[in-house]
């Protein structure tokens, strides 16, 4: 049974840090590319990094390139990411998933960076 269960997310400042955790079971994180996604209040969901399976190469959207940070612990089998300078543009629940599970989502977790 392949489960893909965010955490770590809070209420927190503008311009602080905060690392959201994916824990994963029913596959290994480094057999398969794992992307976090984020919803805000009434907009679509897009994407938000990603990370390679075959070599760990991390991929951004311009709108957080250079301020998170995508990793993965194959012993732990987790995913994590790295969220430095926060906005309140950066608040939304945050969502992890892989190929070919995309018809199916957790609850993800809130992240909301108060001003």
């Known amino acids: 049974q392949v489960q893909l269960v965010e955490s770590g997310g809070g209420l927190v400042q503008l311009g602080t840090s905060l690392t959201l955790s994916c824990e994963v079971s029913?596959?290994?994180?480094?057999?398969?590319?794992i992307g976090w996604f984020r919803q805000a209040p009434g907009k679509e969901r897009e994407g938000v990094s990603s990370?390679?399976?075959?070599?760990?190469?991390?991929y951004y959207s311009d709108s957080v390139k250079g301020r998170f940070t995508i990793s993965r612990d194959n012993a732990k089998n987790t995913v994590y990411l790295q969220m430095n300078n926060l906005n309140p543009e950066d608040t939304a629940v945050y969502y992890c998933?892989?190929?070919?599970?995309?018809?199916?989502w957790g609850q993800g977790t809130q992240v909301t960076v108060s001003t």
């Open positions: 029913g596959f290994t994180v480094d057999s398969l590319a």
């Open positions: 990370i390679s399976s075959a070599d760990g190469t991390p």
């Open positions: 998933n892989a190929y070919p599970y995309f018809d199916s």
